[in-house]
């Protein structure tokens, strides 16, 4: 579900690095995901998104996790850019699309 | 394509005074949301439209908000009178078809509307 924070949760990686985002979500009925990246100043922007009948769905450098059984998603972006940076979303969608509260991604040089 | 256009990018107002932000969807969108997103958080659905009807409205302040797209196209998203607590991005969205469960389509976003409320 959604969580209400002032603060972001932070996950900072080395350029060339594999990064790993994490998402827990709360509604069993959910069989939808997508995971968003927002840059300052910009709306969300679709990354990848995955079906409930999957447990794993790969793009261009990102890969999308579900692990049903204890409700968490995951993306892993591989060989990070400092053009990664930014906010990334997982939303989940059972008749509608809520978006769980994101964690910012800083790319070190 | 051109994208989701939003205007206007920011606006600051007193508490009580109005504001309407307008948003003009992708063509052929048929489904339109607006989303409102506190600093630090996540957005939130105010109110989704399926061409000119209103699909969910759950989340809207509606003694507050209002929302219309008369035409099936463009919306608008009023707020009167404004508090503190609306500070926030208001963030318009579109999609081919309705957004519900597997068969949910994926949202495209504007920009968004900032919003100060001193």
């Known amino acids: 579900g959604e969580s209400v924070g002032l603060h972001l949760p932070t996950l900072s990686v080395q350029e060339g690095d594999n990064s790993i985002i994490n998402c827990a979500y709360s509604?069993?009925?959910?069989?939808?995901f997508i995971w968003y990246k927002q840059e300052s100043g910009k709306g969300p922007q679709f990354i990848i998104d995955?079906?409930?009948?999957?447990d794993k769905r790969q793009g261009q450098r990102v890969t999308v996790l579900l692990n049903k059984t204890v409700k968490h998603l995951s993306l892993q972006i591989a060989a990070t850019q400092p053009g990664d940076s930014a906010v990334y979303f997982c939303a989940e969608a059972s008749y509608k699309l809520i978006f769980g509260s994101g964690t910012r991604l800083l790319v070190r040089p | 394509e051109a994208g989701v256009a939003q205007s206007p990018r920011y606006k600051i107002i007193e508490k009580r005074q109005s504001v309407a932000f307008w948003c003009n969807p992708i063509s052929g969108h048929a489904t339109l949301y607006w989303y409102q997103q506190i600093l630090g958080q996540g957005p939130k659905l105010l109110i989704q439209?399926?061409?000119?009807?209103?699909?969910?409205d759950s989340q809207l302040p509606k003694d507050r908000f209002s929302a219309e797209r008369l035409k099936g196209v463009d919306s608008t998203l009023k707020i009167q009178p404004a508090k503190l607590e609306d500070s926030a991005v208001y963030l318009c969205?579109?999609?081919?078809?309705?957004?519900?469960?597997?068969?949910?389509?994926?949202?495209?976003f504007g920009a968004g509307s900032r919003l100060t409320v001193l």
């Open positions: 995955i079906r409930s009948n999957m």
């Open positions: 439209f399926q061409n000119n009807g209103v699909v969910d």
């Open positions: 509604n069993s009925a959910s069989d939808y």
């Open positions: 969205a579109s999609s081919l078809g309705a957004s519900s469960g597997a068969g949910a389509n994926v949202l495209t």
